[in-house]
T-cell receptor, first 114, second 113 residues
Framework: AQSVSQHNHHVILSEAASLELGCNYSYGGTVNLFWYVQYPGQHLQLLLKYFSGDPLVKGIKGFEAEFIKSKFSFNLRKPSVQWSDTAEYFCAVLTTDSWGKFQFGAGTQVVVTP | DAGITQSPRHKVTETGTPVTLRCHQTENHRYMYWYRQDPGHGLRLIHYSYGVKDTDKGEVSDGYSVSRSKTEDFLLTLESATSSQTSVYFC????????????FGSGTRLTVV
C-alpha cells in the first residue's frame, strides 16, 4: 500500500532559524507531490506542488521543496522562519492510479518562538 | 475560501444519533472529498465523489455514508454516531481529480458524547 512518512511530528525553533521538514513516500510510479500548511484554527492551504520538470519547487511565503526521485523524498525548506510560520505542515502524494485521492502524511507541528 | 462552505462549523451530538454534515461549493468542480483529521493520523479519506450520484469509499468509510444529488452539495452522514467519530471533518474540492491540488473547506468540529 502507498504511504507517506513525515519524519518529525514536532519541531520547535527560533525566529530566523532555517527549517527543513522531511517527507518520504512509497510508490514506484509517477507521482505529484504537495505540501499543505494549516495555521491554527484554519483549513489546509496549498504551499507548493511538484508535477514534473525542475525538482526544486518554489512556493508561497518563501518556502521551497526539493524532489529527489532516487530517495522518494520531497523535503520542505525555508531559510529563515518567522513567528507567523507556526503551523502544521502536511506532505501529500497523488499517484497516477489514485483517482485524485491524496495520501497525506501525519503532519509536522512547527512552533516558531520569538 | 469563498468557493466552499461547510456546515455546521461545530456540533456536539450524543452517541447513537445520526448526524449529517454538509459541504457546499460554488466552483462547479466535479470532484469532492470528505476527510477526517485526527492527531497523529493526518487526514484520512472517508468518501469521495467524481460526479452527481457517483461516489466511492475511502480508507475509513465504515460508519459513514454520503450523497451527492447536485454538483454543488456533498453530504456526509454518520449513521449512528460513536465516540470514535469525534474528529474534525474537512471537505475538499478539485477541478481535475486533484492534479492541481485541493481547495479545502473550513472544517466541522464534531464531538460525540
Amino acid at each position: 500500500a502507498q504511504s507517506v512518512s513525515q519524519h518529525n511530528h514536532h519541531v520547535i525553533l527560533s525566529e530566523a532559524a532555517s527549517l527543513e521538514l522531511g517527507c518520504n513516500y512509497s510508490y514506484g510510479g509517477t507521482v505529484n507531490l504537495f505540501w499543505y500548511v494549516q495555521y491554527p484554527g484554519q483549513h489546509l492551504q496549498l504551499l507548493l506542488k511538484y508535477f514534473s520538470g525542475d525538482p526544486l519547487v518554489k512556493g508561497i511565503k518563501g518556502f521551497e521543496a526539493e524532489f529527489i526521485k532516487s530517495k522518494f523524498s520531497f523535503n520542505l525548506r525555508k531559510p529563515s522562519v518567522q513567528w507567523s510560520d507556526t503551523a502544521e505542515y502536511f506532505c501529500a502524494v497523488l499517484t497516477t492510479d489514485s483517482w485524485g485521492k491524496f495520501q497525506f502524511g501525519a503532519g509536522t507541528q512547527v512552533v516558531v518562538t520569538p | 475560501d469563498a468557493g466552499i462552505t461547510q456546515s455546521p462549523r461545530h456540533k456536539v451530538t450524543e452517541t447513537g444519533t445520526p448526524v449529517t454534515l454538509r459541504c457546499h461549493q460554488t466552483e462547479n468542480h466535479r470532484y469532492m472529498y470528505w476527510y477526517r483529521q485526527d492527531p497523529g493520523h493526518g487526514l484520512r479519506l472517508i468518501h469521495y465523489s467524481y460526479g452527481v450520484k457517483d461516489t466511492d469509499k475511502g480508507e475509513v468509510s465504515d460508519g459513514y455514508s454520503v450523497s451527492r444529488s447536485k454538483t454543488e452539495d456533498f453530504l456526509l452522514t454518520l449513521e449512528s454516531a460513536t465516540s470514535s467519530q469525534t474528529s474534525v471533518y474537512f471537505c475538499a474540492i478539485s477541478f481535475q481529480g486533484g492534479d492541481y491540488g485541493y481547495t479545502f473547506g473550513s472544517g466541522t468540529r464534531l464531538t460525540v458524547v
